[in-house]
């Protein structure tokens, strides 16, 4: 039985709710625009107009010529390319597996015994200072790595030289037998802040009873973290490795300020040798046909890691009913 009320001559209710004139749909489109017509002209007119390039053969001068398929059959024959696309593989190592790995444990640890026996603020604070690396500009970031890594008085080699360990002195970024590990080594530590904090954000869901449970079952942490942690923050795991990988196949500033591609294109990825190609050997065409295949990659890889994520969210929801 419906019931409705009557307030100084007014009537409240179902009956009102449905004589009001119900809001358009239409007016919730107008908050979506600016963003739609901003992501049209920085995203999608850039990237329809470098596809379009891709097909032609220009200097960036002049008219654009035809060239049809030319650049991208090219393209698969370049040993160039395909270089820089293995060492942008060694990249997804650096920027997304161990960051990940170290990121877990670490997380763990902050969480399950910092957090614990020395107090939250102080593991809040170490945790502002593994995320320091994300915050600071990748070029101020990488000048004071190349600092460090520099072979004549850099602090490394210093270091090394203070402990006795002279011989292990090296031209980090000169060498082309290093330079990529030592990129490497950087960008884990770029990178190394941000699945930290999502892991310590994922670690605050979990239900602090399993963790009882299974200490008063006699589990040991590497126990608890292996059986609990992992998989009770397997979402927040998915997200980080795509995220993570995705910017590995982006990485351009740091390749740009440590090494510029050097020495000998021991440290080049496909974003910097696009650019390369783009602006200084003037091959326009070519470059913007690397530079799609590389958003073509990015975009495929996106959207295979989010289907598998909503498959093993529906996965893990159909074994809860």
């Not at 080699?157 to 002279?166: F, M, P, Q």
């Not at 910097?272 to 495929?300: D, P, R, W």
Request: charged share 15%.
């Amino acid at each position: 039985m419906t019931v409705t009320a009557e307030r100084g001559g007014r009537v409240t209710g179902p009956k009102a709710r449905a004589g009001r004139p119900s809001r358009p749909r239409t007016s919730y489109a107008l908050f979506l625009l600016p963003g739609a017509l901003a992501f049209t002209a920085v995203v999608v007119v850039p990237f329809l107009m470098n596809t379009g390039i891709g097909f032609t053969d220009w200097q960036g001068v002049g008219t654009p010529s035809w060239a049809g398929l030319a650049n991208y059959r090219e393209l698969l024959s370049d040993s160039e390319f395909w270089a820089s696309f293995r060492h942008s593989l060694s990249m997804v190592v650096a920027m997304a597996l161990v960051p990940t790995a170290l990121g877990l444990v670490l997380a763990a640890a902050l969480f399950d015994f910092v957090a614990k026996h020395f107090g939250t603020r102080t593991a809040a604070v170490l945790r502002a200072c593994y995320y320091l690396p994300q915050v600071l500009p990748i070029a101020v970031a990488g000048i004071v790595w190349s600092w460090i890594l520099a072979p004549d008085n850099g602090s490394l080699n210093e270091l090394l030289k203070a402990v006795g360990l002279g011989s292990w002195q090296q031209d980090w970024l000169g060498d082309p037998d290093l330079a990529l590990y030592a990129v490497m080594g950087v960008m884990v530590w770029v990178q190394l802040g941000f699945p930290l904090v999502v892991f310590m954000a994922g670690l605050q869901r979990v239900d602090p009873q399993l963790y009882e449970a299974a200490e008063l079952d006699g589990a040991g942490w590497w126990r608890r973290f292996w059986h609990i942690t992992l998989p009770q923050i397997r979402p927040e795991i998915s997200v980080v490795l795509l995220w993570c990988t995705i910017a590995a196949l982006k990485v351009f500033g740091a390749v740009y300020v440590l090494t510029k591609g050097g020495p000998g294109g021991a440290t080049d990825v496909p974003s910097y040798f696009s650019f390369t190609t783009f602006f200084e050997k003037t091959q326009v065409g070519y470059g913007a046909a690397i530079s799609t295949v590389l958003t073509v990659i990015v975009l495929a890889l996106a959207l295979v890691g989010l289907r598998f994520q909503v498959r093993a969210e529906d996965a893990e929801e159909g074994a809860r009913a």
